[in-house]
T-cell receptor, first 112, second 114 residues
Framework: GNSVTQMEGPVTLSEEAFLTINCTYT??????LFWYVQYPGEGLQLLLKATKADDKGSNKGFEATYRKETTSFHLEKGSVQVSDSAVYFC???????????FGKGTLLTVNP | DGGITQSPKYLFRKEGQNVTLSCEQN?????MYWYRQDPGQGLRLIYY???????QKGDIAEGYSVSREKKESFPLTVTSAQKNPTAFYLCATLRGEGSQETQYFGPGTRLLVL
C-alpha cells in the first residue's frame, strides 16, 4: 500500500536558521506529492505541491523537489521566521484513486 | 467568498448522544472527505465521497455515518457507538483536474465529550 514517512519532531530552530524536514514515500505508479502546513487550532493549508519527477514546488520561501530515484520530497527553507512555527505534513495522492495518504506531521518551533 | 465552512468550531457531546458536524463548500468540487486528527497521529480518513449519493468508508469508519444528498454538503454524524470521539475533525474537498488534483481543508471542528 501507500505510505509516507516524515522525520519525527519536534524541530526547534532559531530565527534565520536553515530548515529541512525529510519526507519519503512508498507508492505504486506516479503519485502527486504535497506539503501542508497547520497553524494552531486551524485546518491544513496547502503549502506546495509537485506532480511529476524532478518537479520543484515552491511557496513563501519553502521548496521541495520530487525525487523519484530516492522516493523523497524533502521540505527546505533557507531562513525560517517565528511565523513559520506550525505543524508540517507531507502527503501523496496516487494516480489511481482520490485518497490522500499523510505523514504524521512534524512540529516546527522557531525561536526569536 | 469561496471556501469550506465547518460548524460549529467547538462541539460538546454527552455520553450516549449522537452529534452531527456540518461541512459546506461552494468550490464546486466533486469529492469531499472527513478526517479525524489526534495528537501525534496525523490525519486518519473516516469517510469520503466522490459524487452525490455515493460515499465510501475510510480507515476508521466505525462509529461514524455520513450522507451526501447535495454536492455542497457532507455532514458527519458521530454516533454513540464511537467510544472515543474526542478529537479535531477536518473536512476537505478535492479539485480533480488531471494533474491539478489538490485537496483543500476547512477550519475544523473540535469535539469534546462531557
Amino acid at each position: 500500500g501507500n505510505s509516507v514517512t516524515q522525520m519525527e519532531g519536534p524541530v526547534t530552530l532559531s530565527e534565520e536558521a536553515f530548515l529541512t524536514i525529510n519526507c519519503t514515500y512508498t507508492a505504486t505508479g506516479y503519485p502527486s506529492l504535497f506539503w501542508y502546513v497547520q497553524y494552531p487550532g486551524e485546518g491544513l493549508q496547502l503549502l506546495l505541491k509537485a506532480t511529476k519527477a524532478d518537479d520543484k514546488g515552491s511557496n513563501k520561501g519553502f521548496e521541495a523537489t520530487y525525487r523519484k530515484e530516492t522516493t523523497s520530497f524533502h521540505l527546505e527553507k533557507g531562513s525560517v521566521q517565528v511565523s513559520d512555527s506550525a505543524v508540517y505534513f507531507c502527503a501523496l495522492l496516487p494516480g489511481s484513486n482520490y485518497k490522500l495518504t499523510f505523514g504524521k506531521g512534524t512540529l516546527l518551533t522557531v525561536n526569536p | 467568498d469561496g471556501g469550506i465552512t465547518q460548524s460549529p468550531k467547538y462541539l460538546f457531546r454527552k455520553e450516549g448522544q449522537n452529534v452531527t458536524l456540518s461541512c459546506e463548500q461552494n468550490l464546486n468540487h466533486d469529492a469531499m472527505y472527513w478526517y479525524r486528527q489526534d495528537p501525534g497521529q496525523g490525519l486518519r480518513l473516516i469517510y469520503y465521497s466522490q459524487i452525490v449519493n455515493d460515499f465510501q468508508k475510510g480507515d476508521i469508519a466505525e462509529g461514524y455515518s455520513v450522507s451526501r444528498e447535495k454536492k455542497e454538503s457532507f455532514p458527519l454524524t458521530v454516533t454513540s457507538a464511537q467510544k472515543n470521539p474526542t478529537a479535531f475533525y477536518l473536512c476537505a474537498t478535492l479539485r480533480g483536474e488531471g494533474s491539478q488534483e489538490t485537496q483543500y481543508f476547512g477550519p475544523g471542528t473540535r469535539l469534546l465529550v462531557l
